[in-house]
């Protein structure tokens, strides 16, 4: 098997993911190359189409082709992984369902539409309306970019006047700035559960725990991680929420809301450090495993 992973830049050291991928591939006699979006160069035209360039010479196509590069997919990368695509490139994840998730408004107004359970979520509208927020969500709420990933983006605002302060700040820093707002789920606070999905299966579960007084859970600020049990609701809440996003390996966020869950967002290249730290499951396999029984390959 052939396969190319679009991964920005290589930083140093390297991302425990990149070298898992690159240990299970070697194992396995996979042939895997990363590569950063701007080492392409996009040509369309009718002619060539078993071809692309790469730092200025002509490769041949993969068999497969992993983005890895999540919320943080620019327009070159997208453009880049769209063209693999048109060449008849197999992606995991497709360009569509990645662009999709990148958006959590847009991942919560899909969600819901098909019924499933989301917090309630509200786009701002500058100037904003205060009352209005308190009437539709309440407080406290929390406030997430558009796009985001570690929790970078996301803040929660206990009251109300903390609200119209960090309002004007947000529109002064930067005016018509795209943002949401959320109900806040108290009774996951600092913990949620992590699901990742490949092709359709659960292949591991685990819940995580802020170890500071943060409400937010994400492993990669320091949070605390365990095995957790799946059952039905878990298992159809994730399966399902991949499918209808069009996703082949996803990352389901579920927040604590009773006896039941909450979808808190969705990752198109879940991290997994944390998951293999804990459940016993290695992850590269999974997903080489999916994409051979998906190209064909025995
Ligand atoms: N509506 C909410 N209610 C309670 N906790 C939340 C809510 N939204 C997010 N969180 C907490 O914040 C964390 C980060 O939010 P998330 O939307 O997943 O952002 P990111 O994409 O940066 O991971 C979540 O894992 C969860 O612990
Ligand atoms: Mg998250």
Not at 7 to 29: L, Q, T
Not at 236 to 258: M, Q, Y
Not at 270 to 285: A, T
Request: hydrophobic share 40%; proline share 5%.
């Amino acid at each position: 098997m052939r396969g190319w992973m679009i991964f920005k830049r290589m930083e140093d050291p390297e991302p425990y993911e990149i070298r898992r991928f690159r240990e299970v591939a070697e194992e396995r006699g996979i042939e895997l190359r990363i590569i950063s979006p701007e080492q392409f160069d996009l040509i369309v035209t009718r002619d060539d189409r078993k071809s692309i360039l790469i730092d200025g010479a002509y490769e041949p196509l993969p068999q497969f082709l992993l983005p890895r590069m999540g919320a943080g997919t620019t327009y070159f990368a997208l453009a880049v992984i769209r063209h693999l695509e048109r060449l008849g490139v197999h992606t995991f994840n497709s360009s569509q369902s990645i662009e999709v998730v990148k958006d959590k408004l847009y991942t919560q107004q899909i969600l819901a539409e098909s019924d499933l359970p989301v917090p309630k979520t509200m786009l701002v509208k500058y100037p904003v309306n205060v009352e209005l927020v308190d009437r539709q969500v309440g407080f406290p709420v929390v406030v997430k970019t558009i796009s985001g990933s570690h929790g970078n983006g996301v803040f929660l605002c206990e009251k109300k006047a903390n609200f119209k302060d960090l309002m004007e700040l947000i529109s002064a820093t930067k005016p018509n700035v795209n943002i949401i707002l959320q109900e806040f789920i108290a009774r996951s606070c600092g913990r949620d559960i992590r699901v990742f999905v490949i092709g359709g299966r659960v292949v591991a579960c685990m819940e995580r725990m802020a170890r500071d007084e943060s409400f937010k859970a994400n492993f990669s600020r320091g949070g605390e991680v365990r095995a957790y049990e799946i059952n039905p609701e878990i298992e159809w809440l994730a399966t399902e929420s991949a499918e209808i996003l069009n996703l082949d390996i996803a990352g389901i966020d579920l927040l604590f809301d009773g006896d039941h869950f909450k979808i808190c967002e969705v990752n198109s290249s879940p991290e997994f450090q944390g998951i293999e730290s804990c459940c016993g499951v290695s992850i590269p396999d999974e997903i080489y495993n999916f994409i051979k029984v998906r190209l064909g390959i025995f």
